[in-house]
């Protein structure tokens, strides 16, 4: 089981910080990786973790803002996400894949579990 925490309203330019608590056997070091979905969108990339937390991946629209990293300890995914803008509105979700290899990682159909989504809303 994946739960989001950490979404709400902010102005553009502030920062927020995503935790994505794990539960079961959907922490046993998996890929994990967060996406978005803006109203009316498909559900978009944003960054992806190794089991190790060793590497990362983040989407060229996030890259230098946003950074994604994990907790093994306290099975939790973070996304921090600075410098806000008004396109990064949207529902954020984290997910844990099951036997994913990296090369598809950027691909959401490839990901097992997927947590409720936590809103994320910039204003102008």
């Known amino acids: 089981q994946l739960v989001e925490f950490g979404g709400g309203l902010v102005q553009a330019g502030d920062s927020l910080r995503l935790s994505c608590a794990a539960s079961?056997?959907?922490?046993?070091?998996?890929?994990m990786g967060w996406f978005r979905q803006a109203p009316g969108k498909e559900r978009d990339f944003v960054a992806t973790?190794?089991?190790?937390?060793?590497?990362?991946a983040h989407a060229d629209s996030v890259k230098g803002r946003f950074t994604i990293s994990r907790d093994n300890n306290k099975n939790t995914l973070f996304l921090q996400m600075n410098s806000l803008k008004p396109e990064d509105t949207a529902v954020y979700y984290c997910?844990?894949?099951?036997?994913?290899?990296?090369?598809?990682?950027?691909?959401?159909?490839?990901?097992?579990?997927w947590g409720q989504g936590t809103l994320v809303t910039v204003s102008s």
């Open positions: 973790i190794t089991g190790s937390g060793s590497v990362t």
């Open positions: 997910a844990a894949g099951s036997g994913l290899v990296w090369s598809e990682v950027r691909n959401p159909d490839r990901y097992t579990y």
């Open positions: 079961g056997r959907t922490f046993s070091k998996p890929i």
